[in-house]
């Protein structure tokens, strides 16, 4: 079984820039389509997904902002978040998928403010 533990969040002025980190521990993590998602006011969405063939998904309220990528070896997925903006705040969690598994991490915060 997979376990997910992020990390990276922070307090950031907008503009600025975080990068998550979710290491994973287990077995099979090259398997999974990774992915991260936020929590505002109590609704989870997608943020980014990356697939094992390395296909990425962005939402539209990040693209051109956010790059998510993947290191097999390190069984790490991170999420590059550039030009951060006040209503990217929110917990950040990160989520794998294989089939009818789907594993979460504990959430991270990410908090874009002056």
């Known amino acids: 079984q997979v376990q997910l533990v992020e990390s990276g969040g922070g307090l950031v002025q907008p503009g600025g820039s975080l990068k998550l980190s979710c290491a994973a521990s287990?077995?099979?993590?090259?398997?999974?389509?990774m992915g991260w998602y936020r929590q505002i006011s109590g609704k989870r969405e997608l943020v980014a997904a990356l697939?094992?063939?390395?296909?990425?998904d962005y939402a539209d309220s990040v693209k051109g902002r956010f790059t998510i990528s993947r290191d097999n070896a390190k069984s790490t997925v991170y999420l590059q978040m550039d030009s951060l903006k006040p209503e990217d705040t929110a917990v950040y969690y990160c989520n794998a998928r294989f089939r009818s598994t789907i594993i979460w991490g504990q959430g991270t915060q990410v908090t874009v403010s002056s």
């Open positions: 287990g077995t099979a993590f090259s398997i999974f389509t």
């Open positions: 697939t094992t063939g390395g296909v990425p």
